[in-house]
């Protein structure tokens, strides 16, 4: 019997915006060769290995796409732009965005120029990129915490967006500042339904444990938010993406450790982590 208790929050992994994707990806492949990848499918560096593997070609340009080819645009979402210089190019695309982001697109793009769009989001991030691309006004302001709102200009009545995999409690915060600033601010939207879920699995668990692990890759928004979340609890925690990272270091003295995984993380890396987790090697 193991020393430890790993203890997994539920729900953790795969969402339904990356099986979507990933649904995608395996049915465009079943038929064609040369499959470009515009800006990422979904933020897991295993799965991104898999796919190049099977010849699929990571661009982040549009015009890096020969014309004509088969092109698929990740879960996180392209903007306005990019859809058109796809179009030009007449490449053959499959929208593997999230139905989720793809209502951010939308909402953004039903603002008329004399509305003031409030971003909560990280700059750079493809998902804010994009949703910024389909803003039908220009007087566009990027927040990335709720100090920010003090910075911002005097409003009127700005609508605010939130990316999706941001933390549920600082998406809060910021409607709560944004609201005492500009009462007429319409804040009526929050991080979306997997990433609350997941982080309040890791709010309920954490407390009880030593340490903290979130199977995820860094470049993961969501996976980085759920370390972020047990942290806020007090819990040492770790964000993994190979689990070959496990040593004895890590958990000297560790009795139960809770776990966790972003959104997209495969369930066989969760089991595998899992596993070297219980190992008696340690
Ligand atoms: S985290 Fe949310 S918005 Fe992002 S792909 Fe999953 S369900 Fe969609």
Same mark, same amino acid.
Do not use: W
């Given at each position: 019997?193991?020393?430890?208790?790993?203890?997994?929050?539920?729900?953790?992994?795969?969402?339904?915006?990356?099986?979507?994707?990933?649904?995608? !990806?395996?049915?465009? /492949? =079943?038929?064609?060769?040369?499959?470009?990848?515009?800006?990422? %499918?979904? *933020?897991?560096?295993?799965?991104?290995?898999? /796919?190049?593997?099977?010849?699929?070609?990571?661009?982040?340009?549009?015009?890096? !796409?020969?014309?004509?080819?088969?092109?698929?645009?990740?879960?996180?979402?392209?903007?306005?732009?990019?859809? =058109?210089?796809?179009?030009?190019?007449? %490449?053959?695309?499959?929208?593997?965005?999230?139905?989720?982001? &793809?209502?951010?697109?939308?909402?953004?793009?039903?603002?008329?120029? +004399?509305? $003031?769009?409030?971003?909560?989001? *990280?700059?750079? *991030?493809?998902?804010?990129?994009?949703?910024?691309?389909?803003?039908?006004?220009? &007087?566009?302001?990027?927040?990335?915490?709720?100090?920010?709102? +003090?910075?911002?200009?005097?409003?009127?009545?700005?609508?605010?967006?939130?990316?999706?995999?941001?933390? *549920?409690?600082?998406?809060?915060?910021? &409607?709560?500042? %944004?609201?005492?600033?500009?009462?007429?601010?319409?804040?009526?939207?929050?991080?979306?339904?997997?990433?609350?879920?997941?982080?309040?699995?890791?709010?309920?668990?954490?407390?009880?444990?030593? /340490?903290?692990?979130?199977?995820?890759?860094?470049?993961?928004?969501?996976?980085?938010?759920?370390?972020?979340?047990?942290?806020?609890?007090?819990?040492?925690?770790?964000?993994? +993406?190979?689990?070959?990272?496990?040593?004895?270091? /890590?958990?000297?003295?560790?009795?139960?450790?809770?776990?966790?995984?972003?959104?997209?993380?495969? $369930?066989?890396?969760?089991?595998?982590?899992?596993?070297?987790?219980?190992?008696?090697?340690?």
């Amino acid at each position: 019997m193991s020393k430890r208790t790993v203890i997994t929050a539920e729900p953790c992994g795969f969402c339904s915006g990356v099986r979507n994707a990933l649904a995608l !990806i395996n049915e465009v /492949l =079943q038929t064609e060769k040369n499959v470009y990848i515009l800006k990422g %499918l979904i *933020h897991n560096t295993g799965v991104t290995a898999d /796919l190049k593997k099977r010849g699929c070609i990571f661009v982040e340009n549009v015009e890096d !796409i020969p014309e004509g080819s088969v092109t698929i645009f990740g879960a996180h979402g392209v903007s306005l732009a990019v859809e =058109q210089g796809a179009a030009a190019r007449r %490449l053959r695309v499959t929208d593997a965005a999230c139905p989720l982001v &793809k209502q951010l697109h939308k909402a953004a793009g039903a603002l008329t120029p +004399d509305r $003031e769009l409030v971003l909560f989001g *990280h700059r750079g *991030h493809p998902e804010t990129e994009g949703v910024l691309g389909h803003s039908g006004t220009e &007087k566009i302001f990027v927040v990335e915490s709720a100090d920010d709102v +003090d910075s911002l200009p005097e409003l009127k009545a700005p609508v605010l967006l939130v990316q999706t995999t941001l933390s *549920h409690i600082e998406a809060e915060k910021v &409607k709560s500042s %944004l609201k005492k600033r500009f009462p007429a601010a319409d804040i009526s939207v929050s991080v979306c339904q997997a990433s609350l879920l997941r982080q309040r699995a890791v709010e309920r668990l954490a407390p009880e444990c030593d /340490l903290f692990v979130v199977a995820g890759s860094s470049c993961s928004s969501n996976a980085n938010r759920l370390r972020e979340t047990a942290e806020r609890c007090g819990v040492r925690s770790v964000l993994i +993406d190979d689990p070959a990272e496990v040593t004895a270091e /890590l958990l000297s003295g560790v009795r139960t450790i809770g776990l966790s995984a972003a959104a997209s993380t495969p $369930e066989s890396q969760i089991e595998t982590l899992r596993a070297r987790l219980c190992s008696e090697e340690f």
